[in-house]
């Protein structure tokens, strides 16, 4: 194992906010773009599902890759990547045609990015302090889907959707430099003789299968909620304010991510404090009761629904880090690619194509 100064933290965190910058463009410009590329709904769908799909396939096989190669390699490889794909983005996707290619791509790197990045930050913290290097993790990508939209939209009200491209692809190729600065001197969890040794313990198995039903739990919360949440603020929000389609987006988007931005790390910060059982039960606990209520609550002030869905987004994302962290310590280092990446296949293989209503319901 290495220890914390093995990777740098912040400036690791940074990267992963700058490289998932590009995640929410297309959604955030949305509108635009079926005017511009004369889109239906359903070729609209058929490109972010493409993103998504290649997103989910890119986890298992570079998870494999990462057992076979080490996970300081695969990440620096993945971060040239994500940064290819981004300008690749910004330049080619013109038309649907040429975004059906481009966004498989984008979703393709950025999911090879994901799987190393966790392992390399958990494995290189100190033993007390892996849950919450993970939260931190998920938060910088948390933080770059805000970014994503308030810079497309911000870039969308002085021009078009080809600067809001261009400018989160930029900043998506900044965080790709950043983490390979960030990673220089990772240490990888297992040797390259480790890796060739197979594992019939099953001790560790038993443990692994229940975080995996965990995971699988906690990725259907979030992307259920995430999916029906945006409707359920817009026909409240329509209802008590005169806003715009563009107002609704981002209200809806930041709610939900600076939310689970603070439910990232202060999950993992707790983890490490007081353990995972309790904060799992905790959180647990929290994102049930807000699933029985929030349903009933259209008609309350915005001024009180809207921090109603804040709590709800910490509760359903903070299992998050504490989850990872812990396959982190129980699988060994030598299979703890396949383990994330098959645990991410079954969280996300049944999750349907529905990122377009976190920015715009």
Not at 107 to 119: D, E, K, L, M, R
Not at 297 to 303: P, S, Y
Not at 333 to 354: E, N, Y
Request: with cysteine.
């Amino acid at each position: 194992m290495g220890h914390a100064s093995s990777v740098h933290m912040p400036m690791l965190v940074l990267a992963r906010a700058c490289t998932t910058a590009v995640f929410m463009t297309y959604p955030a410009c949305l509108r635009s773009l079926m005017d511009a590329w004369q889109m239906t709904a359903a070729r609209a769908g058929t490109v972010q599902g493409a993103f998504t799909a290649s997103f989910v396939i890119s986890l298992l096989v570079v998870s494999f890759l990462c057992d076979r190669f080490g996970e300081k390699r695969v990440f620096v490889w993945s971060a040239i990547a994500c940064a290819v794909s981004a300008v690749f983005f910004a330049v080619s996707a013109r038309s649907f045609e040429s975004a059906l290619v481009c966004m498989a791509l984008l979703g393709a790197t950025q999911g090879a990015s994901y799987t190393p990045a966790i392992i390399l930050a958990s494995t290189n913290a100190q033993p007390h302090r892996k849950a919450s290097a993970v939260g931190w993790i998920l938060a910088g990508m948390s933080a770059g889907y805000v970014i994503s939209i308030l810079v497309a939209n911000v870039m969308l009200a002085v021009a078009d959707y080809r600067l809001s491209f261009a400018v989160t692809s930029a900043i998506a190729v900044v965080g790709s430099a950043l983490s390979v600065v960030a990673t220089r001197h990772a240490v990888d969890p297992a040797t390259p003789a480790d890796r060739v040794k197979t594992h019939d313990d099953r001790r560790w198995k038993r443990q692994a299968r229940f975080l995996t039903l965990g995971h699988i739990g906690h990725t259907w919360e979030s992307f259920g909620a995430w999916a029906w949440i945006p409707a359920f603020l817009t026909a409240s929000l329509l209802s008590q304010h005169h806003m715009t389609g563009i107002e609704i987006g981002l209200w809806t988007a930041v709610t939900l991510h600076v939310s689970g931005f603070l439910g990232s790390f202060l999950s993992g910060y707790a983890a490490d404090r007081f353990g995972a059982k309790p904060v799992l039960v905790g959180f647990s606990v929290i994102g049930t009761i807000c699933s029985l209520v929030i349903g009933w609550l259209g008609e309350l002030n915005v001024a009180l629904l809207l921090p109603v869905v804040a709590v709800y987004g910490f509760a359903i994302i903070g299992d998050s880090a504490v989850l990872s962290s812990a396959m982190t310590e129980v699988v060994p280092p030598s299979q703890l690619g396949r383990a994330l990446g098959v645990r991410s296949i079954f969280g996300l293989a049944r999750v349907r194509c529905r990122l377009l209503s976190l920015a715009w319901p």
